[in-house]
């Protein structure tokens, strides 16, 4: 299973950005699709999630009414649409893909079983 990432870069304050997740090996539409963040120093914290099983969304508190996440099963792509950016959300954002994770474990980065190599966004004036 390979995940890539696409779409970032560098933005002002206050911009959108639209990050893809396209999988191949594996066909998603039943799995989970975690967006992961990591900037310089400091963990890597949970973005957002789609629980292809459900179809729920979840997101973490600090992006949560500013990003949306999306997905097309028939490209086996998942989106995470960022609006409103801060600086702090730069960091280098990755997706991943977990298996018949249980609700509670969505936001949890190592129940995760692929990830891709990420793709940067920055945010600045």
């Known amino acids: 299973v390979q995940l890539v990432e696409s779409g970032g870069g560098l933005v002002q304050p206050g911009d959108s950005l639209r990050l893809s997740c396209t999988a191949s090996?594996?066909?998603?539409?039943?799995?989970?699709i975690g967006w992961f963040r990591q900037a310089p120093g400091k963990e890597r914290e949970f973005v957002a999630a789609?629980?292809?099983?459900?179809?729920?969304?979840y997101y973490g508190d600090s992006v949560r009414g500013r990003f949306t996440i999306t997905r097309d099963n028939a490209q086996n792509t998942v989106y995470l649409q960022m609006n409103s950016l801060k600086p702090e959300d730069t960091a280098i954002y990755y997706c991943?893909?977990?298996?018949?994770?249980?609700?509670?474990?969505?936001?949890?980065?190592?129940?995760?079983?692929?990830w891709g190599q990420g793709t940067q966004v920055t945010v600045s004036s």
């Open positions: 991943a893909l977990g298996i018949n994770l249980i609700q509670s474990s969505i936001g949890q980065a190592g129940q995760y079983s692929y």
């Open positions: 789609n629980r292809g099983s459900t179809g729920r969304t």
């Open positions: 090996g594996r066909t998603i539409y039943r799995d989970t």
